[in-house]
């Protein structure tokens, strides 16, 4: 048998593909291609931003702030953070029909949820049902794992800690008489969240599962009792609990409340007078943040945002301001004058 020698042995097949050999076409980009071209995608992003921007204007935004600086503020005596179970309510009037479906959002400002010690402040496995985690929170809750007795915390960290905690109900006023409208929270999480990331554990009842630990230390309720009115949103599956655990990476964030799509509402919210009903709960002013309720409908390209038109509008004429730079340039020196 021959041996090969090592710089014969370490080279690639002698195959079209290893050794590079197969056909290539390399384009000549001329004038006539180039200038064409800038031409054509110039004009295609203008057509889908003039698109964009319009289908964002028609969409239906309604922002309303309740943090209560403002003394002329309703919710101005509940910002005090020594008034406890304070409800406060906001009165505004829609004149034409808000277009539905209509989803409501609570926002909150100056809220940094990307730091990243408290991006991290959570414990995976805990949340998606291990019961060992439940005795033995991760390291990375601290100092929200343990309470002051040593008693393990679930759910653990500082984002479950921290969670949102106003609620909110809508009446609409009818002759005099509100009448509650109603507030799908049904499906409100991501899908991913909800069926794979987190687990409740497979104990009978969920409250036993909980046995020997204690609730989040803001939190008026442990985790089992989050919905008292459905017993299948609790837990670590809670839609609130789920939307409050997807962090937002900006300061300024709004996440999803509620839809209204029932009732007599599936056409969205008619003109006329509203009283939204807050139950003031959740402190911000310690960190100059504030507070807000947003209603809003979706077109096909998703929420309101203007910047996505205005981006291919501006990309778009700048292809076609090219195009005609290049094609003057062309122009002048395609055919140098003779001396």
């Given at each position: 048998m021959v041996k090969q020698e090592p710089e014969l042995a370490n080279r690639p097949d002698n195959t079209a593909f290893t050794q590079q050999r197969l056909p290539a076409w390399q384009p000549m980009l001329s004038a006539g291609i180039v200038i064409p071209g800038f031409v054509v995608i110039g004009l295609a992003f203008?057509?889908?931003?003039?698109?964009?921007?319009?289908?964002?204007?028609?969409?239906?935004?309604?922002?309303?702030?309740?943090?209560?600086?403002?003394?002329?503020?309703?919710?101005?005596?509940?910002?005090?953070?020594?008034?406890?179970?304070?409800?406060?309510?906001?009165?505004?009037?829609?004149?034409?029909?808000?277009?539905?479906?209509?989803?409501?959002?609570?926002?909150?400002?100056?809220?940094?949820?990307?730091?990243?010690?408290?991006?991290?402040?959570?414990?995976?496995?805990?949340?998606?049902?291990?019961?060992?985690?439940?005795?033995?929170?991760?390291?990375?809750?601290?100092?929200?794992?343990?309470?002051?007795?040593?008693?393990?915390?679930?759910?653990?960290?500082?984002?479950?800690?921290?969670?949102?905690?106003?609620?909110?109900?809508?009446?609409?006023?009818?002759?005099?008489?509100?009448?509650?409208?109603?507030?799908?929270?049904?499906?409100?999480?991501?899908?991913?969240?909800?069926?794979?990331?987190?687990?409740?554990?497979?104990?009978?009842?969920?409250?036993?599962?909980?046995?020997?630990?204690?609730?989040?230390?803001?939190?008026?309720?442990?985790?089992?009792?989050?919905?008292?009115?459905?017993?299948?949103?609790?837990?670590?599956?809670?839609?609130d609990f789920l939307v409050w655990m997807r962090t937002a990476a900006l300061p300024d964030f709004r996440k999803l409340y509620r839809r209204i799509t029932e009732g007599d509402y599936v056409q969205g919210l008619p003109a006329g007078n509203y009283s939204l009903e807050i139950a003031y709960n959740y402190p911000v002013l310690s960190f100059d943040g504030r507070k807000k309720v947003v209603f809003s409908n979706v077109s096909w390209m998703g929420g309101k945002n203007e910047f996505l038109g205005i981006a291919y509008l501006v990309i778009g004429s700048m292809c076609v301001v090219m195009s005609m730079v290049m094609l003057i340039v062309y122009a002048k020196f395609k055919f140098p004058e003779e001396d």
């Open positions: 203008i057509g889908i931003g003039i698109a964009l921007f319009v289908t964002s204007r028609s969409i239906q935004v309604l922002e309303m702030d309740y943090t209560g600086v403002e003394q002329s503020s309703p919710c101005f005596k509940c910002s005090n953070p020594d008034v406890k179970n304070c409800v406060c309510k906001l009165d505004f009037s829609i004149n034409n029909l808000f277009k539905g479906p209509v989803f409501f959002y609570y926002g909150l400002s100056n809220y940094f949820q990307n730091y990243r010690k408290y991006g991290v402040s959570k414990d995976d496995s805990q949340l998606s049902g291990d019961l060992y985690y439940f005795k033995n929170p991760s390291d990375t809750c601290a100092p929200y794992d343990y309470d002051g007795n040593n008693k393990p915390i679930v759910p653990c960290g500082a984002i479950a800690n921290s969670m949102f905690n106003d609620s909110f109900k809508l009446y609409q006023i009818v002759n005099g008489a509100n009448k509650p409208v109603p507030l799908d929270g049904k499906g409100i999480a991501w899908w991913t969240d909800y069926n794979v990331k987190y687990r409740n554990p497979t104990v009978t009842p969920l409250r036993n599962a909980f046995n020997g630990t204690v609730k989040p230390i803001f939190w008026p309720q442990p985790a089992y009792e989050l919905d008292p009115s459905d017993p299948a949103n609790n837990g670590f599956i809670n839609q």
